[in-house]
């Protein structure tokens, strides 16, 4: 078993696409996420609805360029994720993106509620990091090298909060 | 001008969409709605998520075929309705189906949230007469005998309305 | 068959009704949207709760004055759309606007929600643009010129999403 | 000041309109409660989408006719209490039924969420006994004899709790 | 018949309430709806929850007090209205305001659901304004004065929408 | 340190309230939860709204009455927690119950979003059972005997989850 | 019985848990309630998720280490309350934390919606204040000194309220 | 790279919980599913809640037993894959469940609403089946047989469409 993100590092094994450049601000915690896990992957902005045909190409030729997980994110009616999702069998990881004046309700919904056959695994509304972690821990179940460096970031955020722990108690004077 | 519904009889110009055949009873209303107005359509399941490819060579070939409005009904995370509208400049109405645990929120927001660019004619949950009426006042911008069929149909909906206006005060002795 | 737009620049075929002036900065985009299509409206304040009586006018009267397509935005307990659909039988687009507490919620339904026989083609909250592509698509179908400036449209939106894509990479570094 | 229910037997003084005859059934609380109170009323079907020319007539003729209180139901985008309310300056009571697939939301945000300057009185979703006894509470503010009728209701109605409470205990035993 | 309103003008008859002190900037459309129309009326700050005896106290005697109507404003879990209206018999307005994370819609439940027998007048969110005007309405039911500057009023706010609808229209160019 | 359920068998030291009757089915978990632990209870059907007076003098005597913790369940606006919690120190736990159109989401609402100064301890929509092993919790703070039922309770409980996964299991074949 | 608050000055008996050190401002009343109720208490950061094991292992401590109350506050999937009343018998009050997109639905829904057996006390979303005075009342029903504190707070707040009243009432010159 | 499914039939490598054997018969597709693809699965009875020390066990061992996937299904504040997924990196499916009064959308917020550092992968309510091919699709990304499978699953869905397109349109006498 190979270190799936380090071996090729040129040749991106994760796709972060966006529905709208204007999603970038919310996906930027996942860029540095993934690059933090030392996972190479590739940034578009492919909307299903005014670009169909773009996202059409993308979904069937993702598995032929060496892509293995795909990340989606896109605010309103968001179909960016379900429509990648119904032609590939990669495993689709969909953000919804706060982005209406329904405050990313109707992108949750229209997200994670896909039809028996069709899975979108979604993440919380903006939750653009996790989408990140989730890749990582999918590509870790045959790469145990990046296993291995998400249980460290695993120990790294307890401690972290175990610090802020720490900090807010000497800040209240109750240590 | 020419009657569109009735000069090609055999040639539909409007195709009626579902996402599932199981949404088959609640769009009856639509079906029988448009024969009631005398125009000619056609139906047909299409899933956007399980038959992406359908989707799109229906999407493609439509306005070429002589379709000129295409309503899609869908529930859940219903993308039916987007996927065609992102590949034909035809109307598209949205029927969202109350087939989830939702009960059609889902599919309402999913239906009617598109983006700029894309939009879908969303009727309500389940409300599929009221697609085909919609699609029939379409039609009717550029068809004077649709048009004059339309406001008799109003005009026998009112007196509906009356009548059961009578009925219920007699029902109460009232009158 | 003729281009409805262009052939009588003056007379204005699509009617843009707000149910108040402070929703004017939400419907600048449809303004501008049907302008760019070449498409002649008119634009008026119509409340169907303050002016009902005006609304009475203004829809037992459109389709005389030569109206083919009414869109009708309005927030809060959002009547406009239905109160000039049940007074017509032209196609009546609804706008829900977020200006209340329930930030369009309460308008979505109360545009959406119509009952059997009355339909309002309803796009998103706040959907301006999208209202005015829905009207350009409904005359299209009689309008074979504005037919391909709807398609020209949608050609140009795709580029503006493939431009937008490219330039991303170009920050990002990605290419 | 007189009973203004029981002077004039004959002549309503309070409407109870329903957008349809399906809504019977939840509006019977309601009419028997206004008989229970000793109210003359009427009752009609009137919908404000189907029927506005109806609903128009209605609202401008119902003060003369000695209507003093309007009492509307409807459901999903529940318009008609809004209507009368626009064409009216009669205090109108809304009932939101729940009819559509959105249980009564819709229609009891399309009910009480009226822009300022045309207020409905809205009660509970389906509470039309609700709407009776609010009608009575206005009436009363001028009317002494159905004042008393409504201290003796309220009176009844704890003793009635009461009761419940004793039988309650004697079933459990605990007393 | 006498002009309840302006007979007594130093007695009030309608009470205002708000269960925060904090809700009066949302209150103040209300206060200056009803000295528009000369209505005395008295303000007052009762929380069902902080101040229950004040409530008791308040609602079992604003009737002997010559009180006819009672608006109550409250946010959150919003009980001041329904705790008012389950010790009088006078109508209860309740104005749900938006004061918590739910931005109202908890307010508005907690006001408008209330049980069979205790009804209270909902009106929208934060429409104070609308509470004083329905306010007026049930007054006028008794109060041919008042009744007429109800319809100067409706007027007016129709005059005021049309020349909002010329304003627009110079200001677009359209006209 | 007393055990307090078994001391004084005959004197309740919680009550357990309801707004209706109808609610008693909804409500039998939490009695039967409470004789399981030994603690005496009594039990009453008092509305916040049709019996407010009860609902005072409940609320004022019950501690000198030897009551300690108070449970009230109530549907719609459902305010008899939060009535009861404004008039007495003692912890107050709310059931909502899911008795509306509304299936307890307005019930929920007017029970937890309590103003500062005045908590409801809120469990669950018909979360009955709960609101009895809550009152148990809050009981044992001070009751070491009871403690040891609630510890004894867990273990048992997770006994019986652990009996259904054999069983399933089994059932399965997959053991 | 001994004032629990008052006896051991130095030895917390309510522990306030934050699921993430950002959650500080919003538990400020809680502590400072806390503090003006003289009540021992501690405070720590706490992640149900990203520090599993401190959670497991502060749960099953508490109790010996004298805590005979746990507040807890967390936003999204809010999970820190319910996961300490898995492990303890103690107690639970959650505080949902309106941190997310959703503001504050999901943590009140993640909060209160317990299984049977396991009850989280919660109170209103962001209510921190409310957490404190429910800790407070709790620990009262074993501690007279508390019980009168509480007693005495309660009559503070009324008159807070009626002293806002007055002030009211002389800046709108209504008194 | 082998077919980790189909090498050691008997050591499964995806965990099926549920928070209660209640949630069973809507997780039966799941089972189906995961069988159909042919990969070797466990399932067991776990709550977060009711049996913590048994989902703490599981969490860290599922890893060093071969787990490479788990899929957790719960209701209400549905804390299951939440809990699983702070104790261990492997991947962990959420299964949202319709079991309360809330119809599901608690136990969606719960389990997708996931704080930065800790994903679920959540599916739509109640959609056990997307589980278990999400879970398929996760293993295929190193697995090139089951990824043949996943490609031949998705052939056949589409083939299902179709035959019911063809099996729709025969019954309409549509073809």
Do not use: W
């Amino acid at each position: 078993m190979t270190d799936a993100g380090a071996s090729k590092p040129n040749a991106p094994i994760v796709s972060v696409l966006m529905g709208s450049d204007s999603d970038l601000p919310k996906m930027k915690d996942c860029l540095d996420t993934l690059a933090e896990f030392g996972i190479a992957f590739e940034v578009d902005v492919i909307s299903a609805h005014r670009t169909p045909g773009r996202a059409h190409d993308f979904a069937t030729a993702a598995e032929q360029r060496g892509i293995r997980v795909i990340i989606a994110a896109a605010g309103g009616a968001a179909h960016l994720a379900g429509v990648l999702a119904s032609l590939t069998t990669l495993p689709v990881i969909g953000v919804p993106i706060s982005s209406s004046a329904l405050h990313g309700l109707d992108a949750l919904y229209a997200t994670v509620q896909m039809p028996p056959g069709v899975p979108v695994a979604t993440v919380g509304v903006d939750a653009s990091k996790n989408a990140a972690i989730l890749a990582a821990q999918i590509l870790a179940t045959a790469d145990s090298n990046l296993h291995d460096r998400l249980k460290a970031y695993k120990a790294r955020m307890a401690d972290a909060v175990a610090e802020k722990s720490q900090k807010l108690k000497r800040n209240l004077g109750l240590q």
